[in-house]
């Protein structure tokens, strides 16, 4: 990745779904990808699960498919697959509340220089 630019954006999942606690994320979905857009920027999307709930299998499976519906909300708004990058985490601790962990994160970047 090159430099990344301003501060994550977190998209926030109910238990054990795909599914955000707030559909008015949405309008993040939409900004994000207006900006890549506009800029050429490449896109990192990070999914999470709680490590507090479900085994370390179902967790991996969740953050997998997390990072998947975002980058596929990205996709439907016109992002490149070629600039998106994936990333599951599966279970984490890193947060307070733990319902903080249900997460996938979203980081824009300046295309590496060549």
Do not use: M, W
């Not at 896109?43 to 085994?55: M, N, Q």
């Not at 990205?74 to 997460?103: C, F, M, W």
């Amino acid at each position: 990745d090159g430099e990344c630019i301003g501060t994550p954006i977190y998209f926030f999942f109910a238990l054990n779904t795909t599914h955000l606690t707030d559909t008015s994320q949405r309008l993040n979905l939409d900004e994000l990808a207006r900006v890549a857009k506009k800029y050429s920027l490449s896109v990192r999307v990070t999914g999470a699960a709680d490590s507090s709930t479900g085994t370390s299998s179902i967790n991996d499976s969740l953050s997998i498919s997390r990072a998947g519906f975002i980058t596929a909300e990205l996709e439907q708004r016109g992002i490149p697959a070629k600039r998106i990058i994936r990333v599951s985490k599966g279970g984490i601790a890193d947060y307070t509340p733990v319902e903080a962990n249900r997460h996938t994160k979203v980081e824009l970047f300046f295309p590496k220089a060549k």
